[in-house]
């Protein structure tokens, strides 16, 4: 089994910085693929960046060039660094891990962004 632990969100004014942080801890594998995916009210839940154990990343749209998303292998903990933050980033942020066949979630961070 496999827990993730977020911490991180908050209040910030548009055009504040947020970091995130999410620790796994359990049975992980040598490779896996962690990441942070975030809900808005009345939206489905989207992919927000990725990046593998050997550090290769990818984002939506939206967010390149504003959050950087990095990690800690010997620490199984990722990290997402949101910088010019904008309101329409308000959401529940989760982190995302997925090894082998299974996928597992953390239990949510609000991030909320005001004008």
């Known amino acids: 089994q496999v827990q993730l632990v977020e911490s991180g969100g908050g209040l910030v004014q548009a055009g504040g910085s947020l970091r995130l942080s999410c620790a796994a801890s359990?049975?992980?594998?040598?490779?896996?693929?962690m990441g942070w995916y975030r809900q808005a009210p009345g939206k489905q839940r989207e992919l927000v960046a990725t990046?593998?154990?050997?550090?290769?990343?990818n984002y939506v749209d939206s967010v390149k060039g504003r959050f950087t998303i990095s990690r800690d292998n010997a620490k199984n903990t990722v990290y997402l660094q949101m910088n010019s933050l904008k309101p329409e980033d308000t959401a529940v942020y989760y982190c995302?891990?997925?090894?082998?066949?299974?996928?597992?979630w953390g239990q949510g961070t609000q991030v909320t962004v005001s004008s």
């Open positions: 995302n891990l997925k090894q082998v066949v299974r996928n597992y």
């Open positions: 359990g049975s992980i594998a040598s490779i896996n693929i």
């Open positions: 990046i593998t154990t050997g550090g290769s990343t």
